[in-house]
């Protein structure tokens, strides 16, 4: 998030930070991730009411930081499509962990089947979601 | 991070966001977890740079979501001692995480036979942290 793109340290959480380090865009990844969205109006509905000049920022730097790529839709040039690039669904083990560490120390919406299903079966989780984005059709509906 | 501590929403990645979700929140977890730094001045020494300011924020913060514990040195009133809580050593598997992806989409410093044993022995690592939080004498060197 440095605007002169000089890194703090070399470290690899710092790293990390200066690309997700904020309190939206790991909820912009959570939407392309587990709730499939994928158009800028979709992000907008996102109940924790994310700001569109915020929005917009986010997936710029997404797409800068080859997490997002940015596609025209195919039969209306107005509209883009967002999705996870490989580097992008290989944040999922991340968000898997925050949910799973949530769950244990916070009151959370979380359903007891879906954190069961994080907890014990995490490969076929992520292996379900590098398949929802690798063999994804160019347009969704 | 809100100052009126109210939630955006129940869903644990935006909670857990509302907790960490910044820029240096996490090197302080780091810090603490992997770099055995208990003092403020410890802290300070971070080479990212951190601010007093900043620091002092996010330790206050770091204590009052029951992550971090903060007491007197045994020997020396004016200093305080920082440590993970057993919610604050659960972070540990994020981090982790954290570190794996960096190290495999960008250029960092992480040391290879550091990352093959995140990688490869991530239980012992997580029960290596663990133990060195839960057995740690009151006043550190």
Redesign the interface.
Same mark, same amino acid.
């Given at each position: 998030?440095d605007p002169v793109n000089e890194r703090?340290? %070399?470290?690899?959480?710092? =790293?990390?930070?200066?690309v997700f380090? %904020?309190?939206?865009t790991? =909820?912009v990844i959570?939407d392309l991730m587990f709730k499939n969205r994928r158009q800028f109006r979709d992000f907008l509905r996102a109940?924790?009411?994310i700001a569109s000049n915020v929005l917009a920022d986010r997936l710029r730097r997404l797409t800068d930081a080859?997490i997002v790529t940015k596609t025209q839709h195919l039969t209306d040039a107005r509209r883009s499509i967002y999705r996870l690039t490989q580097?992008g669904v290989?944040?999922a083990?991340?968000?898997i962990?925050?949910?799973?560490?949530?769950?244990?120390?916070?009151?959370?919406?979380?359903p007891a089947e879906e954190l069961a299903q994080l907890r014990d079966d995490r490969a076929h989780v992520i292996a379900s979601i590098r398949n929802a984005h690798v063999g994804e059709p160019e347009t969704p509906t």
């Open positions: 998030m703090r340290s %070399d470290c690899p959480i710092s =790293l990390s930070l200066e380090g %904020d309190r939206w790991l =909820l959570r109940e924790e009411g080859g580097k290989e944040l083990p991340i968000l962990e925050i949910v799973l560490w949530a769950a244990r120390h916070e009151r959370t919406a979380a």
